[in-house]
């Protein structure tokens, strides 16, 4: 007797949704094939029932309310790709669980801030809770960490994790254009949230990143310890310069966990121009894994849009039409501990750049403030004059941020400093 179908309720038909309608119907055959059963979509769920979509949705029940959808009875998995995490979204998800449903979401945000929780009565409810789109869109980084790291105790989790922004960096590079310009663009061009700070404040990814930590770290999801910056500070002078000292500069997300506690960054970094994560252009995503087995993964890919996203979601979906089932985070929710948050970044190389008055005994003057909080200059270059002022960049060796901090702060008592300077780390990838 033929196994029987897999059967869906899909909440959201947007780019992701509607993404994911269409590899259904497109792709009906293979997916049996691979899984041994049909996966359909029972019922539908949207805002407005009459806008204009781009598929076929006539054979689907409608359901006005995303909750009675999860509640359905004749639904087995609950697929959440409406978005925001409170509201619908949330509640949704725990009427889905709550009825004993599977449930796949491309929702970072929602997870971000209740993951901890779904996933406990998740799994104290038998169900699972997928969610491979949720990072990095169509690379299966979740999967990588899970599954095929799975032997590995994890070093370091790193990555580019938001195209937006990544597009808005290298276009800056590349054209030689200011962050206003260039931002302003990336909304022409639909790149945005419909609140750009998700992306360019860093939000978006450090949920993204904060999600991997758990998974990598076996730590309950601790988004509100995520050290963030976003890139709105980030200038063409800092990536022209930074370019020439053969560097540049990525909204990177670092997690690691160290002997101060467990360590989860998305700022500004700069990182060698000849290096994969120096490489990588546009809205492209990268997530490189550290494992003490494996060494060093590099996972590369479109880290959104409708093919990609809707990628993600199905292979999650096909898992557990496959009766693959594992905890939401690789071990069982409860045994997640809770993370002691370092306080501190571990020492890096910094790139400092000031403006300096041209005389006698300034640059020594810095220096000194460097020297005095123990920090060592690795590099240093000064760039012509403009009247009588100078840029001057300094690349020190490794620095306790906590020192760059006192030092740069020292650098406004000696008189010699024409405007504020600006300290990037320096990433070793
Ligand atoms: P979207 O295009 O804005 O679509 C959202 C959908 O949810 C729309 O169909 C909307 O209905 C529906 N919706 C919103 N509120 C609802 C409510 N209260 N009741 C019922 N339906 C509701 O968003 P998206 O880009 O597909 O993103 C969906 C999720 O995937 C988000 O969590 C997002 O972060 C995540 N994600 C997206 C991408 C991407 O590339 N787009 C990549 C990775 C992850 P209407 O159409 O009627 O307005
Ligand atoms: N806004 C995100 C990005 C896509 O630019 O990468 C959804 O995760």
Redesign the pocket.
């Known amino acids: 007797m033929p196994a029987a179908p897999l059967r869906l309720g899909l909440?959201?038909?947007?780019?992701?949704?509607i993404g994911v309608v269409q590899i259904i119907q497109r792709q009906a055959d293979l997916i049996a094939a691979r899984t041994g059963r049909a996966v359909t979509i029972t019922a539908v769920?949207?805002?407005?029932?009459s806008?204009n979509?781009d598929a076929d949705l006539s054979a689907y029940a409608w359901e006005?309310?995303?909750v009675a959808l999860a509640r359905r009875d004749d639904i087995d998995v609950f697929v959440?790709?409406?978005?925001?995490h409170d509201?619908?979204?949330k509640a949704a998800t725990e009427a889905a669980i709550a009825a004993g449903k599977d449930v796949v979401?491309?929702?970072?945000?929602?997870l971000a801030h209740h993951g901890q929780a779904l996933a406990e009565v998740a799994e104290a409810k038998g169900c699972v809770i997928r969610f491979e789109?949720?990072v990095a869109?169509g690379i299966p980084v979740i999967k990588a960490l899970t599954e095929g790291l799975a032997g590995n105790r994890i070093k370091r989790v790193m990555g580019v994790m938001n195209g937006t922004c990544n597009y808005i960096l290298t276009r800056m590079q590349a054209a030689g254009l200011p962050y206003d310009q260039v931002f302003e663009e990336a909304r022409q061009l639909g790149y945005l949230?419909?609140d750009p700070n998700l992306d360019v404040g860093g939000i978006?990814a450090g949920h993204k990143l904060s999600l991997l930590a758990a998974i990598a770290f076996g730590t309950r999801v601790s988004f509100d310890a995520v050290e963030l910056e976003g890139i709105g500070n980030v200038s063409i002078d800092d990536i022209r310069l930074a370019e020439d000292m053969g560097y540049r500069i990525k909204l990177l997300g670092v997690a690691q966990m160290t002997g101060r506690g467990l360590e989860q960054r998305m700022t500004p970094c700069l990182v060698p121009a000849d290096s994969p994560l120096g490489q990588l252009q546009g809205g492209t995503n990268m997530v490189v894994l550290e494992g003490d087995s494996v060494g060093q993964i590099v996972l590369r890919g479109p880290?959104?849009?409708?093919g990609?996203?809707a990628s993600a979601v199905m292979a999650d979906v096909i898992d557990i039409a496959r009766g693959q089932r594992i905890p939401t985070f690789g071990q069982p929710a409860i045994t997640l501990a809770i993370p002691t948050a370092a306080l501190a970044a571990t020492p890096a190389p910094y790139y400092l750049r000031m403006t300096l008055l041209d005389k006698p005994g300034a640059l020594a003057k810095i220096a000194t403030c460097l020297g005095d909080a123990g920090i060592s200059i690795d590099q240093m270059r000064q760039y012509g004059h403009v009247g009588v002022h100078a840029t001057v960049l300094i690349v020190t060796h490794k620095a306790a941020p906590g020192d760059i901090i006192h030092a740069t702060a020292r650098f406004a008592e000696t008189g010699v400093l024409v405007d504020a300077p600006v300290a990037i780390r320096i990433e070793e990838v």
Do not use: C, F, Y
């Open positions: 909440a959201g038909l947007g780019t992701v949704g769920s949207a805002r407005d029932r806008k979509r006005t309310d995303p959440e790709v409406m978005g925001g509201g619908p979204a979401t491309a929702n970072k945000a929602l789109a949720a869109g949230e419909a978006d880290g959104a849009g409708m990609p996203t």
